[in-house]
């Protein structure tokens, strides 16, 4: 077996998470994407609909009237209907309310698009390993091969054993062109996701904790603090429709001239809400509200569930990569070079060798399945949770420190 590619192992496990290496260039890509400027403008939007909910409701209207008569008569008049209701200033919280709304909608999609790109290259990092190990195994192979090929002249192993060799080549071969098929597969979706393929990015293993993580799960954590102001919204909701069925009083001013007589006027009228007090809207309304909280507990208790498996698996998987590397990267190499020794000098049979080989080989890349798992199981949960890209800004403020030290 080829040296293990502990440089590689060594970046996951050094003491910093090198986040100023690349973090800033990342981050700065993915706010250029399409879909987050676009966000932007939903921002001003909402901004926007604030500004339109908080004008007056009613205009007041000019009327004009011409008799022909004997006495020809000309009236002018005046209305203007009263907000008695306060439909303006419930339609502005409710505004209010909704444009907190999306903004959370938009905190919520943004930790979510960073952890898919964030796992994007994570696993376009992963898979550049898998296909440097797997090119190291077969230049690995072809070499024993060729060595096997002497032994064979001289005696020393004998023709099945070769042949063994020979499929150990046409093995690693195929494990080659797997791991070229799965990194071609990782810049892909890398491609997809950013619009360019060579992305600065470094292994942040070391970053991957529960304490990175608010644990507690409450109506101010991103991924719920949506479904909380539906709640409330949905209580505006109710004094909105008792707002817009209230009767609003109009105020009119008449001024009117009959032949050579001149009249003012004065009055007022109110909707009489006989036929309909419009309590079934009301009760629509009302209903509204427990939809909306159970909506919330309904979320509230997905995200616990999520958050309980969360912070049982991390913690586990994290002890279980500390004692995969600790093995890999004090015993690894060492016994890699051993083993080839062992087989050249006939200690060990080729069976056995290659055996042996076969199960360093598998080690390894257990390794980096592991490694896969941490990010997977981080991130799903930061990005779900809407908590990633908090987490991100504060790792760019610690870095923008660092550099003015």
Do not use: C, H
Request: proline share 2%; net charge negative.
């Amino acid at each position: 077996m080829a040296a293990v590619p502990t440089s590689q192992l060594s970046v996951s496990n050094s003491s910093l998470a090198q986040f100023n290496d690349w973090l800033p260039q990342v981050m700065s890509r993915f706010n250029a994407l399409p879909e987050i400027q676009a966000q932007s403008a939903r921002r001003q939007q909402a901004q926007l609909s604030i500004q339109a909910a908080d004008r007056a409701v009613y205009n007041p209207e000019l009327g004009m009237n011409y008799q022909n008569a004997t006495d020809d008569t000309y009236t002018l008049d005046i209305s203007q209907t009263i907000d008695w209701g306060d439909k303006r200033g419930v339609a502005t919280r409710k505004a209010l309310l909704e444009s907190e709304i999306l903004l959370s909608d938009i905190t919520l999609e943004r930790s979510q698009m960073l952890a898919e790109r964030l796992q994007a290259l994570a696993n376009q990092g992963q898979a550049k390993k898998a296909l440097q190990f797997q090119q190291q195994q077969f230049k690995r192979a072809k070499a024993q091969l060729s060595i096997a090929r002497q032994r064979v002249e001289v005696g020393d192993i004998s023709a099945v054993e070769l042949q063994l060799m020979e499929l150990e080549v046409a093995s690693n071969a195929a494990d080659y062109a797997l791991a070229e098929q799965a990194s071609i597969a990782a810049d892909g979706a890398v491609l997809g996701l950013f619009g360019e393929v060579e992305l600065p990015f470094a292994d942040f293993l070391n970053a991957l904790s529960i304490q990175s993580s608010k644990i507690e799960v409450s109506p101010e954590l991103p991924a719920l603090k949506s479904a909380y102001q539906q709640v409330l919204v949905a209580r505006v909701a109710v004094k909105q429709a008792k707002a817009e069925t209230a009767a609003d009083p109009t105020i009119s001013l008449s001024a009117e001239r009959e032949g050579n007589e001149n009249k003012v006027g004065v009055g007022v009228s109110i909707p009489l809400q006989f036929r309909n007090n419009y309590s079934e809207v009301i009760a629509v309304a009302n209903e509204g509200i427990t939809i909306a909280e159970q909506t919330y507990l309904a979320k509230e208790r997905v995200l616990l569930q999520q958050q309980k498996q969360f912070s049982l698996s991390l913690p586990r998987l994290t002890k279980r990569y500390q004692d995969w590397s600790e093995l890999v990267l004090t015993s690894g190499s060492e016994a890699a070079k051993n083993l080839a020794q062992l087989w050249q000098t006939g200690d060990i049979n080729t069976s056995d060798y290659l055996q042996s080989q076969r199960q360093m080989s598998n080690s390894y890349l257990a390794g980096l399945d592991l490694e896969s798992a941490l990010y997977e199981n981080w991130l799903t949960w930061m990005g779900t949770s809407g908590q990633l890209e908090f987490y991100l800004n504060r790792q760019l403020s610690q870095t923008a420190r660092s550099t003015i030290k």
